[in-house]
T-cell receptor
Framework: DAGVIQSPRHEVTEMGQEVTLRCKPI?????LFWYRQTMMRGLELLIY????????DSGMPEDRFSAKMPNASFSTLKIQPSEPRDSAVYFC???????????FGPGTRLTVL | AQSVTQPDIHITVSEGASLELRCNYS??????LFWYVQSPGQGLQLLLKYFSGDTLVQGIKGFEAEFKRSQSSFNLRKPSVHWSDAAEYFC????????????FGRGTSLIVHP
């Protein structure tokens, strides 16, 4: 299996622009997680889906952030408008079930100028 | 809800020395416990996990961890550290039944001196 696939690997954008991060989970996994990692705050869970349904989005920082999972093989995390404080590494992870081992993608390093 | 604490932000060891990274958790019932490793520029990779059974768990890369219920701990150990073990290590605690997804600690950065 190819593992969790994330794109792009790096994104540099200007403040105010829309940013879309993409994730393809491991085939057969029912749960998908979006995390943000920064030096200051460590690894933060933003949102997770189970069977394509958002279960807990309490970690989403504010309304500028939104996530979708239109089918079992694809998810997006969108930031609109982006701000410099959104600069971080964003990870997607998937698991068979929501309490099971999570498999992480390589991450997207986002820089907002 | 469960929580996890990794008391050490940084650990420095010499190559060939033994290693123990601490992890303490808070959860009322039997937890699911995980250790992940993150190399620079990479995602997190599972080292080992404990769900039930033998409290001494063997993982990849020569790591092991021991679940001690009385101490609410799940410390990670390796008898002889290699320079390639330098990385960030994360402990996570979850629970059965789908009610609690794994919660990650803040991580411990391992520095290995030659």
């Amino acid at each position: 299996d190819a593992g969790v696939i994330q794109s792009p690997r790096h994104e540099v954008t200007e403040m105010g622009q829309e940013v879309t991060l993409r994730c393809k989970p491991i085939s057969g996994h029912n749960s998908l997680f979006w995390y943000r990692q920064t030096m200051m705050r460590g690894l933060e869970l933003l949102i997770y889906f189970n069977n394509n349904v958002p279960i807990d989005d309490s970690g989403m920082p504010e309304d500028r952030f939104s996530a979708k999972m239109p089918n079992a093989s694809f998810s997006t995390l969108k930031i609109q408008p982006s701000e410099p404080r959104d600069s971080a590494v964003y990870f997607c992870a998937s698991s068979l079930d929501q309490e099971d081992t999570q498999y992480f993608g390589p991450g997207t390093r986002l820089t907002v100028l | 809800a469960q929580s996890v604490t990794q008391p050490d932000i940084h650990i420095t060891v010499s190559e060939g020395a033994s290693l123990e990274l601490r992890c303490n958790y808070s959860y009322g019932a039997t937890p699911y416990l995980f250790w992940y490793v993150q190399s620079p520029g990479q995602g997190l990779q599972l080292l080992l996990k404990y769900f039930s059974g033998d409290t001494l768990v063997q993982g990849i890369k020569g790591f092991e961890a021991e679940f001690k219920r009385s101490q609410s701990s799940f410390n990670l150990r390796k008898p002889s550290v290699h320079w390639s073990d330098a990385a960030e290590y994360f402990c996570a605690v979850g629970a059965a039944g789908g009610s609690y997804i794994p919660t990650f600690g803040r991580g411990t950065s391992l520095i290995v001196h030659p």
